[in-house]
């Protein structure tokens, strides 16, 4: 089975601070995604990258940024936290690039910024 | 226009009926189709995926309709633990391939 893990399942943060969010694959998946779910919005994607330091911006990225030196890690930042950043954040990979892989979820790590 | 659109529901239906949700899409290059489950506070999770033929999974069928570009999920004999979230996802293709999300219907299966 897949396992996506991410470091925190809740999260509490001040305005200004900044966040980092980790999510860890075990299958040796090329894709890693994030994702952040809001209610009406359904899931929107941030960043994501389909190699080891590729990046690529997703439809939302501004006030984010991602880092991924490992293949099976992939770090979500948010480098001065705001209120409207308050979201579910997801976090997925696949296996290959290419088109038809399906995707594989962590837990989600809800975040509250103050 | 949303790329991809669904009925927010809620769907509630009594145990044992049968019920249809459709997910609608814009982009005719669209092509993978996937529904995903979400339970409430949960992470999303592959239901399964839709084939041009139709396929059918136990209780859950789906279906797809490039003509009038949408997809559909049928539900027979539905059981309490089918409650929660259904989420369509096409893949397009516009330079780089892209997942994108419905919003999701939701279901609740009243005993």
């Known amino acids: 089975d897949v396992k996506v893990t991410q470091s925190s399942r809740y999260l509490v943060k001040r305005t200004g601070e900044k966040v980092f969010l980790e999510c860890v694959q075990d299958m040796d998946h090329e894709n890693m995604f994030w994702y952040r779910q809001d209610p009406g919005l359904g899931l929107r994607l941030i960043y994501f990258s389909y190699d080891v330091k590729m990046k690529e911006k997703g439809d939302i990225p501004e006030g984010y940024s991602v880092s991924r030196e490992k293949k099976e890690r992939f770090s979500l930042i948010l480098e001065s936290a705001s209120t409207n950043q308050t979201s579910m954040y997801l976090c997925?990979?696949?296996?290959?690039?290419?088109?038809?892989?399906?995707?594989?979820f962590g837990p989600g790590t809800r975040l509250l910024v103050l | 226009r949303k790329e991809v659109e669904q009925d927010p529901g809620p769907f509630n239906v009594p145990e044992g009926a049968t019920v249809a949700f459709n997910c609608t899409y814009s982009?005719?290059?669209?092509?993978?189709f996937f529904w995903y489950r979400q339970d409430c506070r949960k992470e999303p999770k592959l239901l399964m995926s839709v084939y041009s033929s139709g396929n059918e999974d136990g209780r859950f069928t789906a279906q797809l309709n490039r003509a009038s570009q949408y997809i559909s999920l049928l539900i027979r004999d539905s059981k309490l633990s089918d409650s929660a979230t259904y989420l369509c996802v096409v893949i397009s293709t516009s330079g780089t391939y892209k997942y994108i999300f419905g919003t999701g219907t939701r279901l609740k299966v009243l005993a």
């Open positions: 997925a990979s696949s296996l290959l690039a290419g088109g038809e892989e399906t995707q594989y």
């Open positions: 982009n005719s290059a669209s092509q993978s």
